[in-house]
C-alpha cells in the first residue's frame, strides 16, 4: 500500500479525491515518525498537542481505574487514530498510556494543522465532526442502559465498557473481589463463572489477571441461550 493509499484509509480523511490530497500535502506539516518496541507512543496524562495516526505496526494501549485498583491493556492495530477525544475541551491530556508492540510508524499533525484542515477541506471537517459526535453519543447512552441482573450479563458489560473498542485481544488487571464488588455479585459465584469460562478456552485466568484472546467472541455469548 503506497503512503498515499495509506491515508486516505485514515478515519478523517477517507472519501478525499487523490487531488484533494494532493493539495493537503502540499499545504499541510505532516510529522512522519517510528517508534520502536517497548517504547511509548504517548504516555497518559501529558499534554495532547498533535493528532497521531498509527500506520503501521501494533500497540498496546494501557487504561487504569482512577484509584489503581485495576488496569486494561488492549491491542491496538494499524491503521488507529489516536488522542482525537483529548486534542480539544475541558481536559487536553492523553487519557491512555500506549505503548509499541513491533516498531510502529506514525503520521502526527499538530493541533492547528488539524484546524486549518478542517477550515479548508469539508470532508474533513465531516469526518472529524461526525466522529466526535458517534463517540459522544455512545459515552452518554451508556449510563442509561439497564444494570444486568444476571451475573454473565454484568461481567460482560463490565468487560465491554471498560475497552476502547469491543473486539480484539483484552487482558484485565484486576483482583477477582474487586470485579465482584464492581458489578454488585460474590465473589466466589464470579469465581465459578470465570473457571466455567477458562474451561472452554474464552478465556484464560491467572491471580489477578484475566487474558480474554477475543473480546467479539465472548461478548457473543449474550445471543447464547
Known sequence: ??????????????????????NIVTHTKFDFTRVEPGK????????????????????????????????????????AMIGLERLFGLRQYYGHTITALS??????????????LSD???????N????????????GRQVWARRPTALADGLLRFFSSHTRYPAGHKVFNIRMQ????????????V???LNEWDGKGLISISRGRIDIPLLETLLQLKDCP
Not at 65 to 74: G, I, Q
Not at 106 to 111: S, V
Not at 120 to 126: A, K, S, V, Y
Not at 130 to 137: G, I
Request: hydrophobic share 35%; net charge negative.
Open 1 to 22: 500500500m503506497t503512503l498515499y493509499e495509506q491515508i486516505l484509509s485514515l478515519p478523517l480523511f477517507q472519501g478525499l479525491s487523490h487531488e484533494d490530497l494532493d
Open 40 to 79: 511509548d507512543i504517548v504516555h497518559e496524562d501529558t499534554p495532547c498537542t498533535k493528532l497521531r495516526f498509527l500506520l503501521n505496526g501494533t500497540a498496546v494501549v494501557h487504561s487504569r481505574a482512577d484509584d489503581n485498583s485495576y488496569s486494561v491493556d488492549e491491542d491496538m492495530q494499524a491503521p
Open 103 to 116: 516498531r510502529c510508524s506514525l503520521l502526527n499533525l499538530a493541533k492547528e494543522e488539524v484546524m486549518k
Open 120 to 126: 479548508n477541506q469539508l470532508i474533513f471537517r465531516m
Open 128 to 139: 472529524l465532526m461526525n466522529r466526535l459526535a458517534t463517540d459522544a453519543q455512545k459515552s
Open 178 to 189: 474487586t470485579l465482584a464488588n464492581e458489578i454488585g455479585q460474590s465473589r466466589l459465584n
Open 191 to 193: 469465581s465459578r463463572k
